[in-house]
T-cell receptor, first 111, second 114 residues
C-alpha cells in the first residue's frame, strides 16, 4: 500500500490571505485526487475532485495537480474564519484499487 | 449529509462485549465503506461492500466483521471489543468505484471501549 502525506499543521493564516495546503503521494499510477474538509467533531465533506493535470477552480477553492512531481495542492483564496477546519487529501491508488486518505492538515484562519 | 445515518451516534461499552454499528443510506448507492479515524492516522478502511452480500476487507479489518443484507444497510460488528477499538467510526457511500470514487460520509459514531 502506498502513502499519502500531508503536513499536520496547524497552518495559521490571517483572514483574507491565501491558504495553501499540500499533499504528496507515492503511487505514480494514482489517477484521481480528492480534497475533503472536516470541521471539528463533524464528518468529512467532499469539496474538490481533480483528475487531470493542471488547475481546477471552484469558487474560492483551487486544486492544483502535478502528476510528474506527485503532488496535489489546495489553495483557498480570501480565507475566512469559517474555513478553519482540517483538510484531508485523498488519492485513488490504481495498484490498491482504493482511495487512501492522508492524515489531514489543520487550518486556522485568524480574524 | 447525503442521506446517510449512523446509529448509535455515541456508545460506551466494556472490553469483551460485542458491538454492532449500523449505517443506513437512502441514496441507493452501490458501494459502502466503514472507516475508523484516530489522531495521527487519518481515515483507515475497515471493510467495504460492493453490493448486497458482497463485502471485502480493508487495511484494518482484524477484529471486525460486516454484513449487508439490503442495499441501504451496512452493519459493522466488533466481535469482542478491545480498548484499541476506541475510535470514531464513519460510514461512507459512493455511486462508483475506481478513479471516480467520490465518497460521502455519515455523521460518525464515537465508540469508547473501557
Amino acid at each position: 500500500q502506498k502513502e499519502v502525506e500531508q503536513n499536520s499543521g496547524p497552518l495559521s493564516v490571517p483572514e483574507g490571505a491565501i491558504a495553501s495546503l499540500n499533499c504528496t503521494y507515492s503511487d505514480r499510477g494514482s489517477q484521481s485526487f480528492f480534497w475533503y474538509r472536516q470541521y471539528s467533531g463533524k464528518s468529512p465533506e467532499l469539496i474538490m475532485f481533480i483528475y487531470s493535470n493542471g488547475d481546477k477552480e471552484d469558487g474560492r477553492f483551487t486544486a492544483q495537480l502535478n502528476k510528474a512531481s506527485q503532488y496535489v495542492s489546495l489553495l483557498i483564496r480570501d480565507s475566512q474564519p469559517s474555513d478553519s477546519a482540517t483538510y484531508l487529501c485523498a488519492v485513488y491508488e490504481t495498484s490498491y484499487d482504493k482511495v487512501i486518505f492522508g492524515p489531514g492538515t489543520s487550518l486556522s484562519v485568524i480574524p | 449529509d447525503a442521506g446517510i445515518t449512523q446509529s448509535p451516534r455515541h456508545k460506551v461499552t466494556e472490553t469483551g462485549t460485542p458491538v454492532t454499528l449500523r449505517c443506513h443510506q437512502t441514496e441507493n448507492h452501490r458501494y459502502m465503506y466503514w472507516y475508523r479515524q484516530d489522531p495521527g492516522h487519518g481515515l483507515r478502511l475497515i471493510h467495504y461492500s460492493y453490493g448486497v452480500k458482497d463485502t471485502d476487507k480493508g487495511e484494518v479489518s482484524d477484529g471486525y466483521s460486516v454484513s449487508r443484507s439490503k442495499t441501504e444497510d451496512f452493519l459493522l460488528t466488533l466481535e469482542s471489543a478491545t480498548s484499541s477499538q476506541t475510535s470514531v467510526y464513519f460510514c461512507a457511500i459512493s455511486e462508483s468505484e475506481g478513479a471516480y470514487n467520490e465518497q460521502f460520509f455519515g455523521p460518525g459514531t464515537r465508540l469508547t471501549v473501557l
